[in-house]
């Protein structure tokens, strides 16, 4: 079973920060949290990861709360491009360590 | 870097016929490789974790005679679906690790519809 929780769905104005939040209260010391997305019939595409420290990439920021219980993932000015299924994900860095995935949160972005 | 392929892209197939779908990491190796199925409007499920010059490991609930799985090299794995029948039509994504950053984020294909009559 999936060891995150999302919400079902969320909607963004388009130009604006897309906030996207994960509950993962039972995350081990070793793993790391995961952002994926999946645009409508299109495979997974790797947004960021994080332990513990908050991350930034050229696609989006993570922030990981001190207890690294929950996470943001956040869109700094989302796009129409944007609207897809957002998956967070906990793994462990290991080669052969499996992605669960949840049901994600649908987010929709509006003009 | 760390693209992932799958070809074909959609397949369609008749009942009992079987249908082969492959893998490829263009510009790393992967010594694993995992296939997923996702049915419409439905998450992903893994079904196997392949590697490379081994046997894969398949979820429980997973056929393994049906989903044939063979990882014969760093680069590519296959995914054949023996004798599909129409409730085997769904899409199936393959995905490799890659360790380029040291904690092997896993990349994903592009995906094959497989459509079975």
């Known amino acids: 079973d999936a060891k995150t929780t999302q919400p079902p769905s969320m909607d963004c104005a388009e130009g604006r920060a897309a906030n996207l939040p994960c509950n993962h209260s039972?995350?081990?010391?070793?793993?790391?949290v995961y952002w994926y997305r999946q645009i409508h019939s299109q495979g997974p595409q790797y947004i960021i990861h994080?332990?513990?420290n908050n991350e930034t990439n050229e696609m989006a920021s993570l922030i990981i709360t001190e207890d690294r219980k929950s996470s943001t993932l956040i869109l700094p000015h989302a796009t129409l491009r944007d609207t897809a299924v957002y998956y967070c994900?906990?793994?462990?860095?290991?080669?052969?360590?499996?992605?669960?995935f949840g049901t994600g949160t649908r987010l929709q972005v509006f003009p | 870097g760390a693209v992932v392929s799958q070809h074909p892209s959609r397949v369609i197939c008749k009942s009992g016929t079987s249908v082969k779908i492959e893998c490829r990491s263009l510009?790393?190796?992967?010594?694993?490789m995992f296939w997923y199925r996702q049915f419409p409007k439905k998450s992903l499920m893994l079904m196997a974790t392949?590697?490379?010059?081994?046997?894969?490991?398949?979820e429980q609930g997973v056929e393994k005679d049906k989903f044939l799985i063979n990882h014969a090299s760093l680069t590519l794995s296959t995914l054949t679906v023996t004798s599909a029948h129409p409730e085997d039509s769904s899409f199936y994504i393959c995905?490799?690790?890659?360790?380029?950053?040291?904690?092997?984020?896993?990349?994903f294909g592009p995906g094959t519809r497989l459509t079975v009559t």
């Open positions: 995905s490799a690790s890659w360790s380029g950053s040291g904690t092997y984020e896993q990349y």
């Open positions: 039972t995350i081990s010391g070793n793993e790391y």
């Open positions: 994080g332990l513990k």
């Open positions: 994900i906990v793994r462990a860095p290991y080669n052969t360590d499996k992605l669960i």
């Open positions: 510009d790393f190796q992967a010594t694993t």
């Open positions: 392949s590697n490379e010059g081994s046997k894969a490991t398949y």
